[in-house]
């Protein structure tokens, strides 16, 4: 079983529709989570880190399941420009990152 | 701010040969890591280092040597290259935050 799965879509979403990520993790000592965008033939960056009590970064919301050990990341009123795969990252403290396959999202006019 | 280095963007091998991967950042990070990306298999973190003269190995290190003798550069080589090392290849320095990438290398072994 993989550390960190994620359902690798493609998630096909018109413009401004909603779409949600869900992502699991194994590790019960993973302490951070992050959300990565990759754009086609580019490098990771950093989007989000996932709080326990949930964040939000503009149309970006970010939440935490300790209990079930998953985490999420909506994306509201969809642009093209969100097109991208989007990277699930745990780490237990100070110890290297560990990265999911991807989600890809495509938005389409 | 140049952030994360790599050097070359691209390269294509013949199998057995060997080659270095330069990999270099001006943020005084101490952690620093190589992975390679694969399609539908995500990020695997190939060697890693916490700090100048210190390296460790990580989930696919088979191949793959690494030095850390400053704190700006964290060389990857190939000892002997082989098909399935095709990948592309991304260095990332990480701070108390947020691990920065490089631009990535795209190596072709033939």
């Known amino acids: 079983r993989k550390e960190v799965e994620q359902d690798p879509g493609p998630f096909n979403v018109p413009e401004g529709a909603t779409v949600a990520f869900n992502c699991t993790y194994s590790n019960s000592a993973s302490q951070s989570f992050f959300w990565y965008r990759q754009d086609c033939r580019k490098e990771p960056k950093l989007l989000m880190s996932v709080y326990s009590s949930g964040n939000e970064d503009g149309r970006f919301t970010a939440q935490l399941n300790r209990a079930s050990q998953y985490i999420s990341l909506l994306i509201r009123d969809s642009k093209l420009s969100d097109s991208a795969t989007y990277l699930c990252v745990v780490t237990a403290g100070r110890r290297a990152l560990t990265f999911g396959s991807g989600t890809r999202l495509q938005v389409q006019p | 701010n140049a952030g994360v280095t790599q050097t070359p963007k691209f390269q294509v091998l013949k199998t057995g040969q060997s080659m270095t991967l330069q990999c270099a950042q001006d943020m005084n990070h101490e952690y620093m890591s190589w992975y390679r990306q694969d399609p539908g298999m995500g990020l695997r973190l190939i060697h890693y280092?916490?700090?100048?003269?210190?390296?460790d190995q990580g989930e696919v290190p088979n191949g793959y040597n690494v030095s850390r003798s400053t704190t700006e550069d964290f060389p990857l080589r190939l000892l002997s290259a082989a098909p399935s090392q095709t990948s592309v290849y991304f260095c990332?320095?990480?701070?108390?935050?947020?691990?920065?990438f490089g631009p990535g290398t795209r190596l072709t072994v033939l």
């Open positions: 990332a320095s990480r701070g108390d935050y947020e691990q920065f």
């Open positions: 280092s916490v700090g100048a003269g210190i390296t």
